[in-house]
């Protein structure tokens, strides 16, 4: 279940309290939560923590080394409880659309999430592999395998965030009949006709689809770079097995 940004008590009237790396990074993961459709910006934060915008530049030089600190935090604060007794794939899954939901409200701070350059992941990568574990797979398999599950919940969570409304789609493209000829243009003003509830569902396949692609790492079977013989530019986990 998602999880939104702690908040501690209230602070007295008076003078503001003491400028911190820790007070902005608290201030800005609530700005992102509240409302997530807005940029995250070094003046709204500064607003938020009753300072000046230069002073904020004391603790962190540019607006991206604030979001990949306000990321760390989104991630930090992100935790998983697998039923009990439950498959690895059941828990799976459950990971997977937990952690979707958590990144859901911080649309601004996916392309930071997914950047190696903060450990904001640690946490979860921990928790994914407990959930693996019965999988006994190597260290490579187990590297290439939570590379997918978490490129795939982060690839999902952008396309979520960034995808214009595909409703009235079918309506400019019946209206545009240069853009396609008139019977190809029907049947894909059809095919956009269902867009929007196929984009509803398009997670929950994207989540088995991601299982069985982890049940073929732990059963040896060929990966996709292996069926295709693509040697040189294979990931480390992805090796050629012997045939």
């Known amino acids: ?126 928790e994914l592999t407990d959930v693996l574990g019965p999988l006994d797979l190597t260290d490579a398999e187990a590297a290439l395998a939570v590379a997918l599950i978490g490129a795939t919940v982060v690839g999902q969570a952008t396309l979520a965030a960034r995808r214009p409304p595909a409703v009235g789609s079918a309506t400019v493209m019946r209206g545009d009949p240069q853009r396609a000829p008139t019977e190809a243009g029907a049947r894909l003003a059809a095919v956009l006709d269902n867009l929007p509830s196929a984009l509803d569902h398009l997670f929950d396949l994207v989540v088995e689809v991601t299982v069985e692609a982890v049940e073929g790492i732990a059963d040896g079977r060929p990966t996709p770079c292996e069926a295709a013989d693509v040697r040189p530019a294979c990931t480390p986990g992805c090796s050629p097995r012997p045939r």
Not at 6 to 16: C, E, F, K, V, W
Not at 50 to 62: H, K, T, V, W
């Open 1 to 126: 279940m998602a999880q939104g940004p702690t908040t501690g008590p209230a602070r007295p009237r008076g003078r503001p309290a003491r400028l911190s790396r820790e007070r902005i990074v608290e201030a800005a993961v609530g700005l992102v939560y509240a409302d997530p459709a807005e940029p995250l910006t070094l003046r709204r934060v500064a607003k938020a923590v009753d300072s000046a915008p230069m002073a904020l530049y004391r603790y962190f030089p540019d607006r991206d080394d604030l979001a990949y600190a306000v990321a760390d935090r989104v991630m930090a604060h992100m935790r998983f409880t697998p039923s009990e007794g439950a498959s690895w794939q059941a828990q799976l899954r459950e990971w997977m659309r937990s952690s979707l939901d958590h990144l859901r409200p911080y649309p601004h701070l996916l392309p930071f999430v997914a950047s190696l350059r903060e450990p904001a992941w640690l946490p979860s990568i921990v």
